[in-house]
């Protein structure tokens, strides 16, 4: 299972959970393969990230050079004296995440940006989406 932002959702792959809004009614059923309308129909509804199955996009190395990744790069240092505080890592461990899915959407919407003045189709070709 992987959660990911909206824009770097992709044709074919499959919802591991619902989709939900805020008051908790369930826009997306668990085990839905998404189809470019249905992710354009999300991205209209503001939603900003969905859980996938399996790992389809690799953010390794997602927003490097984005001011996301540069925050995600200093939570070593952030949290260099708390390495025996089981509850500050968790932490540390949560805003990774964060900062890996926002690192990620922000490099996505650069890239789709640089598509768009090029001239190419927006970069659908990996499930990115003009903003």
Do not use: C
């Not at 991205?43 to 990744?69: K, S």
């Amino acid at each position: 299972m992987q959660k990911i932002p909206i824009n770097l959702a992709a044709p074919g792959m499959k919802l591991a959970k619902p989709v939900t809004r805020e008051n908790g009614i369930t826009i997306m059923a668990e085990g839905m393969e998404l189809t470019d309308s249905l992710i354009a129909r999300l991205e209209g509804m503001d939603v900003e990230r969905i859980t996938v199955h399996g790992h389809p996009v690799d953010m390794g190395g997602a927003g490097a050079g984005t001011r996301w990744g540069e925050r995600l790069d200093r939570l070593d240092h952030l949290f260099r004296r708390h390495a025996e505080d089981k509850w500050m890592m968790r932490v540390k461990a949560r805003m990774g995440q964060y900062f890996q899915i926002k690192a990620a959407a922000q490099e996505a919407r650069m890239k789709a940006l640089k598509s768009v003045e090029n001239g190419e189709d927006g970069g659908a070709e990996n499930g990115a989406v003009e903003p």
